[in-house]
Structure formats: structure tokens, C-alpha cells
């Protein structure tokens, strides 16, 4: 035994590929072991980011302003020529003066969730009933009769505003005085636009539309029954108002009135330049803008939630950015290996999948070599009936195509890995049987056996005592062989989508890949796990022809 | 010898039958009802009923089994309950499709194969050697079904040189299915599958080809060849070549009767219309008839191919069997 | 090594109870609950290969759950597999499937009886076993209610009733997204539930350049091609291009007499057909009343399952006159014009009245003649199939194209590639959200998106614990986030669900059903108020009764 060893330690250090493939193997074990150390991520979390951001559009030309701010902007207004206010997250106000934007303190960390400016000020409001007012370069948070949620502000040149919130929630200002107002709904409303101290609308969940006259609501008949979330209006007579699976509400003239759209997906904010142009933001990324009386998509390159916007013609600033699914980045520091669509880490779920080749790989060649070889010493030794029954069964397992059979395997006992450990278990050993069967024959009729049956030792103890010992080379070189098939078959069965769920594999990893259609662009998703298949099986094909040179001597005497 | 093939030809039968009723009752009893995916189509239990059993499913099951023994025996396999047709046209359509994809490529590669293993034996120790060997595990370490979208990736979309799936360009005019294949689009569409394929088949040949020539090397004959001053490329490709095709040919054999179930992930990263989809599909949904019927004939050629080598070699060698090993893969 | 998450989870779990464990040996201790465990729940769900979303879906909603006590575990499986256990077995403690939106499903009668209290046996359509006496009265009420506005109030007040029992929770609405190419064709028809491979765009596309022939790829292939035979969608669609029907449903699913030149409704048992003059077969015979009455009584004679839906309640079909036939119905039934007369083709009665067993065609015997405005041309299983307008058809005028190629691909991606390399035209179903963006980016394609009236749910099997508890259910369903789904899963294209009759079933939709908002603070709170308890693991406990 120990000169087996010692034989077997000789041929791989004396053939460079092999040993190659020893470093190899054993670097691959290491990373299996220590694999949820090696992650740096969590393989089945969902990276998001969250930030603020500018998108600028002038002209046919987009550029993007990351991390203007840590957190979302929800609301962003003009106040000024070149001068932008934009409110978002945790109290956070960034204002953009002589060509950068620049952050300002606000006596805050609620949500403010909308801001408005008119006449050189600005006001702005949010979660828990916060208003403040900016004046001068300075904030100051004002005391109003209710602590609700506020969505939605509008501030006129003269000093009048209104604010709208949760449950039908409506805040006015007017002589400096804030009051609420009752209104004949109690949904939420999540946007307001006044355009004089006695002309606005506010509109909110389920279609929601009130109609403001100076002193109070009226609910207006809606033609949807959509949420909707916001609402501007250019003068008296012409408006918009937008909401979620793409609604766009035109008022014209005393008339709402349903618009076909360009985009289904939720829409937040709108900008008039005119009564006829407009432009409208959304989520993922989504833009459109009205030209000629239709609607037409404006693709920003972006999928990022878009939040607020203002133009003024030539310039628009859209604002934005909840956390949103870093989906499909390529290779980065953060991201060794890039994500996938879902925002996964490829790296790690590449290092996840090492533990499951080399598991499969194992166990799988592990019960073949087993069956094989008892198979091939039983057939081998005791011939005649034995030997024809195991032979016939072998035919049949060569006959069994092995991705069919595996889902036949999965219908009747659903995905798993013993499914995959099985249907290659059960496969292939007949090549292993096979081999060693020859070997035994030829072994059999050896004087050493002779002897020994002479002796009167049993059949049993013959087989294992006597002959399996010089078939022991052919089986561990069998097991190598085994072990190459079972990662490659390892991976195309989860390649097939047979692979348990909730457990990466290389090949799951090249799955998913293809069912996004991701694919065809992001090449990062598809080299790495096939390269590492590739990489394990070929080394343990370098093992197994050092291997070789013990089990068949012959191949090793010129 | 007539003995012994009509021997092995019965031994044949029996094997055949035996997986015909491993696979008739494994089906049978362990897949789901193939009529409960019409639930979704809005099918009342009643109506359910009408299907199960125009399908001869409400039977029992050895009633069923008998049923079925005696029409196979008949050259009858039943109707495929997905495509409410016979299951003979469908696979045999199939069948085709898979052996025009995998038979050049397998010729190739068991032509391409042992040329190379030729050279590499007559430049035994080189570089070229070694590089050789190297590169042909290489090939078949690599999934196909990885090299097959790589390929697609950067000759197909990035430069568009070839056609990304499926085996043909439409609408084509085609009288039968010779008018279909011998066109130039045809080849234009076998060619990406066609050397993934070769890629993965030609390391095989190659390697058995190297050992073997070795091996013959070392004999007299050749040794007497040399002696009289043959040309060493005589030698080696007349001679030695010669002696050593045995065991490549035999493993030829063996990889096409595996190439007749075709190789599912191939045929599904390149949209190829072939047996081994079919089959695959074919158990997804529990069409019992067409997985049964495409099984079979899969054994009966496999079954057929090995015998045929059994024939050739007398019987089996380990150096070949042992090397055939990822030939299933 | 079979789950790391689980394993750690698992991991994580003991350390907790182990230090716990010590906390409350030193005294304190929260307060022991007195009732039994809820049991573990087992979400079943599709393979990821089958439907990623839904996958992905059933992943999410463990994880809340998972917060809230619960002990859930998710089962992705074969989808045969899974409707046998859904269906046949009622063996599951919450599936997740969907039902597709199919045009006669416009009408509420069937997704309202996905939760009648009579469809709960074994096969039967509600798996779930729903039962509410209130709901099951209104259910039969509707059906017999023939105002529509009247029919209108009781199915909203039904929608009601069903969303705040929560018997099952609609997970979404998944919108159709489809791409065709816009430098070849202009002017597609989108329909709700169909989006552009509908009955319509052949008629209105325009060739911009001299490709007459309309190029659809597909990865779904007809089961058959015998109208009488045939149990798929795939292959209706493909057939009711070159057959005509009495009726067909314009893209705003409203009927307009088509083979038929008038429709009368006698009364409300009996309907005349006047049907159009001087139609042809294909095969130049002409189309009489005769072939009208023959096609009707050939399939209701050979009654087979796939149609039986379509008919109602046909007593008989009489020949008025040499251009009238008259429907006697055994009662009065409110969709026989939008289904029965839109679905049932016309055969022509000279090639189908010597065959005896449709039924048992081979694909070569099967007659491909019809008259409608396309005629057949090629079917090649699995690869291609063909028509070509049927010049002598009174819309032919029409149609601006001179025919349609259909390519079949293996899968979506083949589809997709197809009408990325312009092989295809436009793709007959929908792109997966990771092609999208990809086609979005594209010049020569345009992406249409229309709202589905089919959804997605996550049933409960009442039957067993712990879901036979209302208040169980509804903190439930708090616990689902939507939301992240659609925003995430399906990158926005789609719409949180809270009815089984879809928002964009604009007349039947009741907007004003209870929502479940995302709040697992909310699910906890109705869990303690309705009982449940939680140990010190934080795992919950049922009320004792």
C-alpha cells in the first residue's frame, strides 16, 4: 500500500500537468471549505443603492449627477434662473447655485417629501407634520395644527400655500396663518398645485380629484381609478395630473380628460413649459415628453426611480432615486465578478458553487467507483449467470440517456442534489464495471488465484483479499475519470434547470444567465463559472493521465 | 459466430424489453397525470374525464401495459398526448434533425482526431506534444453548453457572422426533407453547433489514437519497416496507423450510439429541433408515449452500435473502454 | 451542506436560543405560550427554469413570514407536478400558479368561481376550499342577473367579501410585453391579454419596405392543427386566422357580426344569424347556412372537453331560410354572442362530413380548408408555418400584407434573438424583464406593453391549519410585499394585485376591495389581537382555544 503511494506521489510530481492539477484541486477544496468566508456578499441578497441624484436634459444631450445626496430627493423646484432646491430623505435639502449643487442645514432628519418656490422663497414638507420654510439662505421648521404625513406643497408669488398628506389631510396658509381644511375624502392625498390664492387641485389615491376655490375642496368625478401622484398645472386652463401603470390626466379648460401615455409604469412628477409641452419622470428610469400632441418615450440609459421635475425649456433637472437593484454592474471592487440582474454577487456565488461541484464530484464518484468495481469483481470472478445478469444490467444503464433520465428522477422525487448525486451514480458506473470486469478476467486465471482457489479459500475472500488489490490502481484511476464526469454532468443537469433550488452550482449560475437573457451582453456572468468548470475538470484529467501511468504500465515503459 | 450473433441479438431483445417495462411503469407511476395541465385551460373535472380517457388512461395499468406490449410489438407506440399525434412521425422527424447536427461533427472529429493523435505519437516527447494533449482536455473540460454560448456571444451577436439558432432561415422552400438540408443557409446554421461539437469529440479520438500508435510502435513489424528505410511519414501513417484504428473505431461506434439521443444542451442553446429537447420535454410534461417511444429507439441504437463493436473487437478492450468515459457527458 | 442559508439560519437560531436560554435561566423569561406551534408551512411554488419570478416570489414571502414566526419552507417543483398536487391531490398548504387571461375570462363567471363554494372537489377549479355562504348566494345571483349593471353591483360586492376574507392573496397582474420590428411594419393592434398577436394585426399592419410577408416568431407550438381536436391556445390562434367565425371580437372586445351579416336577438332563448353572401371555401365551394349549421352540430356531436366552455346552453340549431340559421337555447345565457359565436368556426361541412372520428386524424389527413381571410399554407411541426391572404375573402381589401411566416424557436431567447437580428418581425409572446431593456435600447424595435386580466396567487389550503383562521390570513397578507415584487422581479411591469377580476376588466373591477399594504407591523399586531403568542425564539404560537 504505502508503495502505491509512493508511486502515485512519484507520477505526479514527475508530470508538470499533474501536478498543476493537484494545486489546483486543493486550491478549489480550499475555497469549498472557507467559502463563506471567501463571499463577500450574501450570494442570494439583492444589492440596492440608494442615493440622491441630477439628471440634467438639455437638448437631446442627458448626463447624471451621482450622490448629490446619501439618501433619496423626492421633490425639486426652481427657484431662480440656473438655481435649483431639491428636498429628500432625512431632512436633506441641496440647493444648485453657479454650477453646483451644495448642501443646506435644515433643523430636520424627517422625510420632506415636496418643495415649493415662488416669489424667492421656498417651503417645503414631510413626515410627521414637518413644514419649514426657507427664507433668506436659511431654514426654519413652522408649528402647523397637525402632525400627519405630508406629500404634497404648493407656494403661490403671493404668499398663499397649501399642503396635502395621509387620510385626506389639507394644511392652508394664507395671512401667514396655517389652517386645516376639511375635505369630502379620507384617501390619501399625495399632491397639490395652486396656481392662485383661489384656483388649485389636489389630487391623490384612486383617482382622487378635489377641486380648490379659495376656501374649500370639492370632489371633481375622475376618469380613473388610479392612484394618482402628482399634478401641475401651466395656467388656469391647462394641467396635468399623473399616477401609477402610466395614467396621465390632461385638464383642459374645466375638463379632465384620460391621455394615452408613452410609458406603464409607475409616473411621479411633471413639468410644463407650456400648455402643450410637458414632460414627465417615473420610475425606472422612465421619461417621456409631449410633442405634437403625443406622448413619446425619452430614453434616459438610466433604471434608477426618478422623483421630481422642473424645466424651464431648455434646461430640465430631474431628481430622484430610491433604492433601486444594482442590477447587472460590471466587475468592480465591490463587485469582483460583477451582479447579476437581480443585483447578486457573481464572485460569491461563484465561491458558493465550488462546494457544490466538488460535492457532487465526489460522492458521485465515489458510489460509482464502489458500484463499478463490485460489480466488475463479481461479474469478473464468478462469470456465468452472475456475470450475464450484471452485464445485462449494465447494458440497460448504458442505454439510458442521462438529462432525460434525471427529470425523470426530479418528477419523482422534486430538485435536489441527491438527484443529481443519483442520476450520475447511477449512470455511469457501468464504464467502471465494465473495465474492471477485463481486468478480472484476465486476473482470474493468474497462478496467484489459482492458487488460492486450491487452498480452498472462499469466493468472497478470493475477490477481495486476492484480486482487488491489483485492480485497486484501475479503480482510484476510475475514480478520477468518474469524478470529471460527474462535475461536468453536475453542471449541465443544473444547467438544465435540474439543480436544487437555493444551492449555487456553476452550471445554475450559466442557467440563470440564460433565463434573463442577460446573457448575450453581460459577459461577466458567463465566463467565470465556466471557466472554473473547465478549470476543475481539466485537472483532474491531468491527475487522472498521471494516474494512468501506475494503473497501466504498459503506456509508461517507453 | 452465427450462433453467437443470434445469441447476443436475443440477449438484446430481452434487454430491450426490460427497459420498455422498468420505463412503462416508472412513468406510469411515478409522474404526474399528464391531463392535469389542461386544468389551467379552464378543463372542468368532467371534461377532464373525456380526455383521460380518449387517452386510454382510465384503464388499468396492466391492462394498459398489455395493451401497449402487444402494439409495440405491432410497430405502434401510441399517440403523443402533447402533440395529439402519432409518436413515430414526431420522433422520427427528430431523430433526423439530431443526426444531421451530431454526425459531421462526430466525423470530423473522429477523422480530425486520430490525424492529430498520429502526429502527437510521432512527436512523442515534444512540445507539441504536450501542447496537444493539453489543449484537447482542455476542449473537453470545457462545457459545451458554455462553449456554445461564447460562441454565440462573439460570432453570432458581436459580429454576426452565423445565425444564433434554430436550422434554418424562414420561409424556405423545400420539397422534402433532402431539399432541406442540402442548402447553403442550412450549413450556415450548422456550423457554430458543429464545432462546439467537434471541439468537445476530437480530444477523445485523438487521445485513444496516441496511446494505441504507441503501443503499435513498439512492435516488430514496424521496427522492420524501419529497417527498410521506409519514409518515418510512411511508416507512421501507413503502417502503424493502420494497426492502431481498432480501438478508435470501436469508441466511434459507442459516441454515435450516445450522439443519437442527441445532446439536450446543445440542441437547447442553439434552438436545435432534436431528439434529446424532445425527450427532455417530453417527461417535463409526462407525455408517457413520446418519452417511451423516444427512449426506445435511443436503447435499441445504442444497443445495436455497442453490439456492432462487440462484433468488431470481439470483445471489449479497458484501454478503450476506460478513455470512453466522458463520452456520455 | 444541503442549504448554507438554512444552515446558518439554523446556526444562527441555536446560538439565539442558547443565550436565551441563559437569560431566562437567571430569572425574567418572557411569558411561556400556552397554545401548540402553528405547523410549519410549505409554500410550493414553480422551478426557477418554469417561471424565475414566481421562483423568486415564493423566496420573498418566506422570508417575511419567516420574521413574523412563522416556519416556512418553499418547494420549487415540476409544474405537471405541481398542478397534481394543487389540483388533483389538494395536498399543499399555499401554492403559488396563476390563471391565464383568456378572452372568455373577461367575463367574471370564471375567475369568480375559482372561489365558489361548489368547486371544491378534487380537479375542481377552487383548490383553496373557499366556502362562504354569502359569496356562494351572489355567485348564482350574478349568473342568472342579465342587466349588466345590476350584474355589476353584485360582482363588486362579491370582489369585496373575497378580498377581506383572504382566501388566497393575488400576487399580480404581469403585464404582456412584446417587441416588434418598426422599420419593416407600422400600425400593430395591442389587446389586453393578447398584446399584439391578436385576430387584428394582420389586418392593420403596413409594410414599410417591400417585405409583404408579416414575420411572427414564437416558442409555443400548437398541439394540433384539427380544430376539433385541439386543446391549446397556441393552436387556436393559428387556426382562427384561415377559419372564419359568425362573430369576432373587435380589439376593444366588443363583437361585431363577421361571417354574419346580422345578428337578432329573437328573444332571450332565441338568436338569428343571418350570415353574409357569396362567401368561399378556399376550395372555391361556397359557404352556405348549411356549413353554418353543420359546423355547430359537429361540435357539440363530437363533444370534445377544450370547447364545452365556449357553448352554453345550444338546444339546437335550425336552417330558417336559405340565409338564416336560428340558435334555440334551453336558456337564457349573456355571453352566447361574445363567446360561443366568436370562438366557434365555420367547417366546411363537403370534407368534414365523411369523417366519423375527428378525433383520430393523422396530421396529414387533417383538412386544413376554411374561409377565412388567410389560407393555409405550410406547418412544419416545431419549425415554420405558413399563410397567404385569401384574395377572394371580404375583408381581403384590407389586408396590406400578403401573408404570415411564423417561426417557431425552442424558447423565449430564441424568439428574442430572432427579432433582435430582424429574423422575426414581432414576437408572439412576452419578453422576459432582462430582454427589455435590451430591445428598449434598439432602434429597429418598438415595445408594446398591454395589462393582463390573468394573475398570479398565492392559494391557502383552508382546509388545513393554520389557514383556516381569517385573521391569520389578512395578517398574512400584510406580510407579502408586492410591491418589491413587481419593482424588482418584474422591473415595474406589472400590477399589484388585491381581486381576482383584473383593474384593466375596467367595468368589472372593484377598485374600492380591501388592500394589503407591505407593513410586517401591522401583520404582527392583527396576529396578537386574533391570539397568537410568541415563545422567547420569537417563533409563533396559535391561540388556545
Known sequence: MRELFLLLWRS?????????????????????????????????????????????????????????????????????????????????????????????????????????AAGGRSITVGHNGTVLWYTDGEFE???VPSSADLFGVSLTDDGTALAVGEDGTVLHLDDGRWTVIEVPVARDLTAVALIAPDYGY??????????????????????????????????????????????????????????????????????????????????HGDMMRRVDGTWQQVATGYSRHFRGITSDGETTVVVGTDPYINSLARPSADHFFGTTHNGRDIYSQVIHGSRTALLVGFVAAVMVTVIGTNVGLFSGYLRGRTDNVLMRIVDIMYALPLEPFAMVLVLLWRPGIHIIILAVGLLTWRTTARIIRSQVLSLADRPFVKAARIAGASPLRIIYKHIAPNVLPLAFLQLAVAMAFAITAEATLSFLGLGPPRLYSWGTILHQARLSGAWRTAWWWVVPPGLLIMLSVVSVFFISRALEVIANPRLSRR | MARYIVGKLLQMLFTLWVILTVLFFLFRLGLPDPTVALVTDGLSPEDRAIVTERFGLDRSLPMQYVMYLGNVLTGEFGRSFHYNAPVTAIVGERVANTLILMLPAILISYTVGPLLGVLLAWKRGSKLE???????????????????????????????????????????????????????????????????????????????????????????????????????????YRHAARNALLPVVTQAAITAGLAVGGQVVVEVVFSWPGLGLEMFNAVRTSDYPLAQAAFMLMATIILLLNFAADIVYGKLDPRVSYSSQGAGV | MTNTTSTMRTAVTVALMLTLAAALGFGAGAPEPEGDPVPEITIYTTTESYDPIRYEAAFMIQDAWEELGFQVNVEPMEFSTLLQYFYDEQDFDATILGWSGRVDRLDPQHFLGTLHGEQTDLGANNPGGYQNPEYDELFVRQEREFDPDTRREIVLEMQEIAASDAPL?????????????????????????????????????????????????????????????????????????????????????????????????????????????????????????????????????????YFRPFFGPIENVEVMDSSTVRFNLTEPYSPFITVTLSQIVILPEHIWADIDNPADLTPDEIPTVGSGPFKFDTYDRGEYK????????????????????????????????????????????????????????????????????????????????????????????????????????????????????????????????????????????????????????????????
Open chain 3, 169 to 305: 392573496d393575488v400576487l399580480f397582474y404581469r403585464d404582456e410585453v412584446v417587441g416588434y420590428n418598426n422599420e419593416r411594419f407600422e400600425n400593430f393592434v395591442a389587446m389586453a391579454g393578447e398584446a399584439i398577436y391578436n385576430e387584428w394585426t394582420p389586418y392593420e399592419v403596413t409594410p414599410l419596405g417591400d417585405d409583404t410577408m408579416l414575420t411572427i416568431g414564437t416558442s409555443q407550438e400548437p398541439d394540433t392543427i384539427n380544430p376539433l381536436d385541439s386543446t391549446s391556445v397556441w393552436g387556436w390562434k393559428f387556426m382562427r386566422m384561415y377559419y372564419d367565425k359568425l362573430v369576432r371580437l373587435t380589439p376593444d372586445i366588443e363583437p361585431e357580426p363577421w361571417a354574419a351579416e346580422d345578428i337578432i336577438e329573437v328573444d332571450d332563448r332565441t338568436v338569428d344569424v343571418v350570415i353574409r353572401d357569396g362567401m368561399t371555401f378556399h376550395d372555391g365551394e361556397p359557404v352556405t347556412v348549411d356549413d353554418v349549421k353543420f359546423s355547430f352540430d359537429y361540435f357539440i356531436e363530437n363533444d370534445f372537453a
Open chain 2, 130 to 236: 504536450a501542447g496537444g494533449i493539453t489543449t484537447g482536455l482542455v476542449f473537453r473540460s470545457a462545457p459545451m453548453f458554455w462553449v456554445g454560448m461564447l460562441l454565440i456571444m462573439f460570432f453570432g451577436i458581436q459580429l454576426g457572422w452565423f445565425p444564433t439558432s434554430g436550422m434554418r432561415t424562414f420561409p424556405y422552400e423545400a420539397a422534402n426533407f433532402f431539399d432541406k438540408i442540402f442548402t447553403l443557409d442550412f450549413l450556415h446554421h450548422l456550423i457554430l453547433p458543429t464545432i462546439v461539437i467537434s471541439l468537445y469529440y476530437t480530444g477523445l479520438p485523438m487521445l485513444i489514437m496516441r496511446n494505441t500508435m504507441l503501443e503499435v510502435m513498439g512492435e516488430d513489424f514496424i521496427e522492420f519497416a524501419e529497417a527498410r528505410g521506409l519514409s518515418k511519414a510512411r511508416i507512421m
Open chain 3, 386 to 545: 405558413a399563410l397567404s391572404v385569401f384574395e377572394d375573402h371580404f375583408s381581403a381589401g384590407d389586408i396590406a400584407i400578403d401573408g404570415i411566416d411564423y417561426i417557431t424557436y425552442a424558447d423565449s431567447e430564441g424568439v428574442f434573438t430572432g427579432l433582435l437580428t430582424g429574423e422575426v418581425d414581432m414576437t408572439a409572446w412576452r419578453m422576459e424583464p432582462g430582454q427589455i431593456p435590451i430591445a428598449e435600447a434598439e432602434e429597429h424595435i418598438s415595445v408594446v406593453t398591454v395589462g393582463d386580466f390573468g394573475y398570479y396567487h398565492l392559494t391557502y389550503n383552508l382546509r388545513r391549519e393554520p389557514f383556516a383562521d381569517r385573521a391569520l390570513r389578512r395578517a398574512l397578507a400584510h406580510a407579502i410585499d408586492r410591491n418589491t415584487i413587481i419593482d424588482v422581479l418584474l422591473e415595474g411591469r406589472g400590477e399589484p394585485g388585491y381581486s381576482v377580476i383584473a383593474p384593466i376588466n375596467t367595468f368589472w373591477h372593484n377598485p374600492d376591495v380591501e388592500r394589503f399594504e407591505y407593513d410586517l407591523e401591522t401583520a404582527r399586531e392583527l396576529l396578537e389581537q386574533a391570539g397568537y403568542t410568541w415563545d422567547a425564539q420569537g417563533r409563533i404560537y396559535a391561540p388556545q382555544d
Open chain 1, 141 to 143: 421648521q413652522v408649528d
Open chain 1, 202 to 283: 389636489a389630487v391623490g389615491a384612486r383617482g382622487t380629484l378635489l377641486r380648490f376655490n379659495g376656501a374649500d375642496f370639492e370632489e371633481v368625478a375622475s376618469p380613473t381609478f388610479r392612484d394618482l401622484l402628482n399634478v401641475t398645472f401651466y395656467d388656469r386652463s391647462a394641467g396635468y395630473a399623473v399616477g401609477e401603470r402610466g395614467t396621465v390626466l390632461r385638464y383642459r379648460d374645466g375638463e379632465w380628460s384620460e391621455e394615452q401615455g408613452a410609458l406603464t409604469r409607475t409616473l411621479r412628477s411633471i413639468a410644463m413649459v407650456s400648455a402643450e409641452e410637458v414632460q414627465v419622470v417615473g420610475t
Open chain 1, 12 to 116: 505526479i510530481t514527475e508530470d508538470r500537468l499533474a501536478t498543476f492539477g493537484v494545486i489546483v484541486v486543493v486550491l478549489l477544496v480550499t475555497v469549498a471549505l472557507f467559502a463563506p468566508l471567501l463571499a463577500t456578499h450574501d450570494p442570494y441578497a439583492m444589492t440596492e443603492r440608494v442615493e440622491g441624484t441630477a439628471l440634467w436634459v438639455r437638448g437631446e444631450r442627458v448626463s447624471i449627477e451621482e450622490g448629490i445626496a446619501a439618501d433619496t430627493l423626492y421633490s425639486v423646484s426652481a427657484d431662480g434662473p440656473e438655481n435649483y432646491i431639491a428636498a429628500g430623505a432625512g431632512g436633506a435639502v441641496v440647493r444648485y447655485e453657479e454650477g453646483s449643487w451644495s448642501d443646506i442645514e435644515t433643523p430636520t432628519t424627517e422625510t420632506l417629501r415636496a418643495i415649493s
